[in-house]
C-alpha cells in the first residue's frame, strides 16, 4: 500500500488550509492616519478622517474595495436579487398615466413608458380628448447622464413659458432653464445652484432663490427674461436660515421667506407688481413659526405664537402685524395644525390628532366644518394636487399598510369622495390577505409609543416570524404608514413590518418633536428600543428574528441602538447613515451644518457637546459583539457626506468582536436618495431585500 511521510500530510493540509483561506473574500481594511481636533480642552482623534478626500484615489479605491467584498458576500444571493426585482417590476405599472389635474384651460398629467427609468410631463388643451403635448420628456433629458433629478418645475399664468431645474449628479445641486413650450425652443438662462423659483404674474418676470457654498438658499434674485443681469432683491445673513420663494394659490402674492428650523419672517409682493417693494409681514422672534397665504383681502396665517401645535389667525393686507391677528382657529394642545389650503369658497387643514393625519374642510360661507372620514386604523392622507383657486372639489391622496395609494375627489356641495385613480398591481393584489394594526409601546418615561404593524394573515405571530422595523424620528417629520408595493416580497415570505412612531419625529404634534430632539434626543433611542422589546414581548418575532431599517437621520438611529443595544437585533440596514454626528456638527463649512444647530446642538457650547457625545454613533462604536450589518451610502449624497458611513465601517470592523457580516454597498453615480431611475430603484432595493432575507435564512 503506498504510504505517503507524515511531512508531507501536513504541507498538503496547510496548502489545502491556505486555498481555502484565500478564497474567502477578505474585507478591506481602513489604514489609519490619526487626526486631531481640539474642542474644550479635549483632544478628539480621528483615525479616518483621510476618507473625506473625495479627489485622492487611495479614497476611491478603497469604496471601490468595499462595493468588491460585498458583491462578493451577497454573490449567492443573485437568483434571489433577479427574482426579487422580477417581481417587483411585475407589480409596477410600467405603462400608466396619472389622474390628469386641470389649472386654467390645460389639463397636466405624466406618463410612464414599458422600459423608460423617467416620467413624461404631458398637458392638453381645454379637453382630455385633446392632441398631447409633451412639456418635458426626462428621459431625453436623462441622456448621457447617469442621473436626473426635477428640482422646481413652474408655467408661467399664461402657459406659455416653464420655469424647471435639474440635477445631473444627485448632489442636488440644480441648473435653472426656461423653455418656450410654444416653439419647443430654450431661452438663453442656464443659472446654477438654484433652488425655490416662481413666477410673476407679467409673464417675463422670475424670482428665484441660490445656495452658497455650503448648500444653504442665502440669496434672492429677480430676473426678467432677456436681461443680461439678475437683480438682487434679498440676502439672507444669518447662517441659521435658508430662503425660499413662492407664489399663493390665489395668483395674487408672492411670499419670501427665511425659514431656520425653529423661527421664520416672510416678506410679500403683489404678483402684478414684480418690481415693487417687499413688505414684511411680521419681524422674526426667536422660536416663532408662521407661515402666511392669502384670501381676499386678508392673510390667513398658520402660527405657532398661541401653542406650539400652531393656531390659523387672520391679518389685513394692508397692516398684517401681529397687533392686527385674529385667531380663527385657535390652538389645541391634542391637534397638530400642520397646513392650511386656502380656496375661493372654503379652507381645508390638515391636521394630526392621536397620531392620524386628518383633513377638515370648512366653508367661509357659515363656517360649518367637518371632517372627512377614515376608513382604517392606520394609514397616511395628505391634500393632492390642487392648483385652481376656485374649484369646489377637493383631491387627496389616501393609502395604508394594506391599501394601494389612492387618488380621491371630494366633492363640498354632496359630501362625497370618488375614487379617480388607484395604484394598480398588474401581478395581483388581494388586500384582504394582509392586515395592520396600531399598537403602543411603553418607554421608560412611561410615555406610550405607537407603531404600525402590517403582515400577511397566514404568517404566525408566535416569536417565530422576522420582522424588519423602520424608524426616523428626527426634523418633526411623521414616519407615515404607507403603501409599499416592493414591500410585498417580504411580507410574502412571511416578513413582518413595523414602524416605531417615536420622538422627535412629528406623528404626535410639535411637542412629540421637541421631546426627542436637542437635549431630549436620546429619547428617540430609547423609544425605538421600547417599541423593539415590546414587539418580541408580544411574540410578533424574537431578537433572533428581529430587523432594523433607517437612513438618514434614522440611520443614525440605527447607529445609536446598535451601540446601545446591539443584543437586541439580529441585522440592520443603514442607508446614507448621519453617524459622524460631532465631527460634522464640528465643521461649519459643511451642507446642513450651522442649520442643523437647532435640530441636535452646537457642540462648540460644553454641554451640548458632551451629550451628543454620549450618542453620536462614530463616538461611540466599542469594542463588543455586533449584529450583521449592511450600510447604503451614495458618492454625490450632499445631505449625509459619504465618509460618514465608510468611516463607520472602517471603525466598527476594526473594533466590533464578532463574525457577522458588516457590508457597505456605495452608489458611484447616485445622491441621498439613491439611484434616480425607477428599475434602478427597483434593483436597489432587491439588494436590500436579499441581504434581509439572507439574514433571514430564507433562499
Excluded at 481602513?30 to 480642552?41: D, F, Q, R, S, Y
Excluded at 440605527?558 to 460631532?582: I, T
Aim: with cysteine; proline share 5%.
Amino acid at each position: 500500500m503506498f504510504r505517503v511521510h507524515p511531512a508531507v500530510c501536513l504541507l498538503l493540509l496547510m496548502l489545502v488550509k491556505n486555498s481555502a483561506s484565500a478564497a474567502a473574500p477578505q474585507p478591506p481594511v481602513a489604514k489609519k492616519i490619526p487626526h486631531t481636533t481640539n474642542v474644550h480642552g479635549l483632544t478628539l482623534t480621528d483615525d479616518y478622517f483621510w476618507l473625506r478626500e473625495k479627489e485622492n484615489r487611495a479614497v476611491l479605491k478603497h469604496l471601490k474595495a468595499e462595493n468588491d467584498y460585498t458583491e462578493a458576500l451577497m454573490k449567492p444571493t443573485k437568483k434571489l436579487q433577479a427574482a426579487l426585482y422580477t417581481e417587483m417590476v411585475a407589480r409596477i405599472k410600467e405603462t400608466d398615466t396619472s389622474a390628469p389635474v386641470k389649472d386654467g384651460e390645460w389639463w397636466h398629467y405624466t406618463r410612464t413608458v414599458k422600459g423608460k427609468q423617467y416620467p413624461i410631463i404631458c398637458r392638453k388643451f381645454r379637453s382630455l380628448d385633446a392632441k398631447e403635448e409633451i412639456v418635458l420628456d426626462l428621459n431625453q433629458l436623462a441622456r448621457g447622464h447617469k442621473y436626473l433629478g426635477l428640482g422646481e418645475f413652474d408655467y408661467s399664468d399664461d402657459e406659455n413659458l416653464l420655469a424647471y431645474s435639474l440635477d445631473f449628479t444627485g448632489f442636488r445641486q440644480y441648473t435653472l432653464f426656461v423653455k418656450d413650450l410654444r416653439t419647443g425652443k430654450l431661452g438663453p438662462e442656464k443659472i446654477e445652484k438654484t433652488g425655490s423659483v416662481s413666477w410673476a404674474a407679467d409673464n417675463r418676470t422670475l424670482f428665484y432663490t441660490v445656495e452658497d457654498e455650503a448648500k444653504r438658499q442665502y440669496r434672492a434674485y429677480r430676473h426678467t427674461l432677456g436681461a443680461k443681469k439678475d437683480e438682487l432683491i434679498f440676502e439672507e445673513k444669518d447662517e441659521l436660515f435658508d430662503v425660499h420663494v413662492d407664489r399663493t394659490r390665489s395668483k395674487e402674492f408672492l411670499f419670501l421667506g427665511s425659514v431656520s428650523k425653529t423661527t421664520t419672517e416672510f416678506r410679500s409682493l403683489r404678483a402684478n407688481d414684480p418690481l415693487g417693494k417687499w413688505k414684511l409681514v411680521a419681524k422674526r422672534e426667536q422660536d416663532h413659526e408662521y407661515y402666511p397665504d392669502h384670501h381676499g383681502d386678508k392673510f390667513f396665517i398658520r402660527s405657532n405664537k398661541g401653542g406650539r401645535n400652531f393656531q390659523l389667525v387672520t391679518a389685513p393686507v394692508s397692516d398684517p402685524k401681529p397687533a392686527n391677528w385674529a385667531v380663527l382657529v385657535p390652538h389645541d394642545p391634542k391637534v397638530m395644525l400642520m397646513d392650511a389650503e386656502l380656496f375661493a369658497d372654503h379652507y381645508v387643514l390638515h391636521e394630526r390628532e392621536d397620531g392620524l393625519p386628518q383633513l377638515r374642510i370648512t366653508d367661509f360661507t357659515g363656517g360649518a366644518s367637518h371632517r372627512i372620514a377614515m376608513p382604517e386604523p392606520t394609514y397616511e392622507v395628505s391634500p393632492e394636487l390642487n392648483p385652481e383657486f376656485g374649484s369646489r372639489k377637493f383631491r387627496y391622496e389616501y393609502q395604508s399598510l394594506v391599501t394601494p395609494r389612492s387618488i380621491y375627489e371630494y366633492d363640498l356641495a354632496t359630501k362625497t369622495a370618488k375614487l379617480l385613480k388607484v395604484q394598480e398591481i398588474p401581478s395581483g393584489y388581494r388586500a384582504e390577505d394582509y392586515a395592520t394594526e396600531r399598537i403602543f409601546a411603553t418607554a421608560g418615561d412611561g410615555t406610550r409609543v405607537p407603531a404600525s404593524v402590517v403582515f400577511k394573515k397566514s404568517t404566525a405571530r408566535d416569536g417565530s416570524a422576522p420582522l424588519l422595523l423602520d424608524g426616523y424620528g428626527s426634523y418633526g417629520l411623521p414616519n407615515e404608514a404607507e403603501f409599499s408595493s416592493t414591500r410585498l416580497s417580504l411580507l410574502d415570505r412571511g416578513f413582518i413590518f413595523a414602524i416605531a412612531h417615536i420622538r422627535g419625529g412629528g406623528e404626535m404634534g410639535k411637542p412629540w418633536h421637541d421631546a426627542g430632539r436637542m437635549m431630549n434626543k436620546r429619547n428617540t433611542f430609547t423609544d425605538f428600543i421600547a417599541a423593539a422589546e415590546h414587539l418580541v414581548a408580544k411574540r410578533y418575532t424574537s431578537r433572533e428574528r428581529l430587523m432594523i431599517e433607517g437612513g438618514s437621520a434614522g440611520g443614525m438611529l440605527m447607529g445609536a441602538v446598535l451601540n446601545m443595544r446591539p443584543d437586541l437585533f439580529h441585522a440592520v440596514v443603514m442607508q446614507v447613515p448621519f453617524v459622524d454626528v460631532m465631527n460634522t456638527m464640528l465643521d461649519e463649512s459643511l451642507p446642513l451644518t450651522v442649520t442643523e444647530f437647532e435640530e441636535w446642538g452646537n457642540p462648540k457650547q460644553r454641554a451640548a457637546f458632551d451629550y451628543m457625545m454620549s450618542y453620536s454613533p462614530y463616538d461611540n462604536v466599542r469594542a463588543q459583539k455586533y449584529p450583521a450589518v449592511l450600510v447604503e451610502t451614495s458618492l454625490f449624497d450632499s445631505q449625509v457626506m459619504y465618509w460618514e458611513p465608510a468611516k463607520f465601517v472602517a471603525k466598527l470592523r476594526a473594533l466590533k468582536t464578532d463574525e457577522n457580516p458588516l457590508l457597505m454597498k456605495v452608489n458611484l453615480a447616485a445622491g441621498h436618495g439613491g439611484a434616480s431611475g425607477r428599475y434602478d430603484y427597483l434593483k436597489e432595493i432587491a439588494f436590500t431585500y436579499s441581504f434581509l432575507l439572507w439574514q433571514a435564512g430564507m433562499k
